[in-house]
């Protein structure tokens, strides 16, 4: 059973940061909030996200998972204003989910979660701490964007940098430890990644600052927390190894 009201901007934020990777997805719900993991067909980035029942109008749930097509969530939700409430509702054995915006209802047919596979977070002990204005790493990575689809991510003990490679020409960003709200980095580290990817994973970003955990040729873990606080969001991101 799942009776639930949101304000449409914190669905929608869940919607966005999970669809740059995948069309469908298994939503694990119990009496604390909503959860979810999945990884894309490439198996190139990963999503793991929780929003707690704090940030719902009205939360009540029992355990269950909901198999949702994300372009039909999104469908109805560009429909809403960001303040409107969206309500939820599903009672076991059904096989819809009801969406309801104002005097607007959708009635979303659920997917077969059979085949969908429960993902998880691998432990990664990552070398490198960077927290970073996100308007500053997006500045970055549209310069590069213009040269390269991949980019250099790299840290060290005084500066966090970003260096895209095209045929001719080169982009840097190079923060330093004072520019940074945090660099926690004893070592240098430096990973090479898919800027498309990289690229989608901070568009969905509406905070100032996101937490990124670096190493040498490892995934770089992202961090950044969504519904005004009320929930998380982790991506990782795995690396282009170059060939020698």
């Known amino acids: 059973m799942l009776k639930a009201k949101v304000q449409a901007e914190a669905l929608k934020n869940v919607i966005d940061t999970t669809s740059i990777l995948v069309d469908e ?23 793991d996200l929780k929003l707690k029942k704090e940030a719902f109008e009205e939360y009540e749930a029992s355990e269950l998972e909901l198999g949702i ?62 927290i970073v204005n996100t ?10 964007e213009a040269i ?17 490679e095209g045929d001719t020409d080169i982009v840097n960003l190079k923060l330093t430890k004072d520019a940074l709200s945090l660099l926690e980095c004893k070592e240098t580290v430096k990973s090479l990644f898919s800027l498309d990817y990289f690229s989608d994973m901070i568009k969905v970003v509406k905070n100032e600052n996101i937490v990124l955990y670096l190493g040498t040729d490892y995934p770089i873990k992202m961090e950044f927390d969504i519904a005004e606080g009320n929930g998380r969001a982790i991506y990782l991101l795995a690396p282009r190894i170059e060939s020698e």
Do not use: W
């Not at 298994?26 to 990884?39: C, E, Q, S, W």
């Not at 980019?151 to 966090?160: G, L, Q, V, Y």
């Open 148 to 164: 390269s689809d991949h980019i250099i991510i790299s840290a060290d003990t005084e500066n966090f940098e970003l260096v895209a």
């Open 25 to 47: 997805v298994k939503f694990r719900i119990n009496p604390d909030g909503i959860y979810l993991t999945a990884v894309d067909p490439a198996h190139v980035g990963m999503i």
């Open 135 to 144: 308007n500053e790493l997006s500045k970055g990575i549209k310069a590069s």
């Open 69 to 130: 097509d994300l372009d039909k969530i999104k469908g109805i939700l560009s429909l809403a204003a960001p303040k409107d409430i969206v309500s939820l509702t599903y009672e076991e054995g059904e096989k819809r989910l009801t969406v309801q915006i104002n005097n607007l209802t959708r009635k979303i047919s659920l997917l077969d979660t059979t085949g969908m596979t429960d993902s998880k977070i691998p432990s990664l002990e990552l070398p490198a701490k960077i």
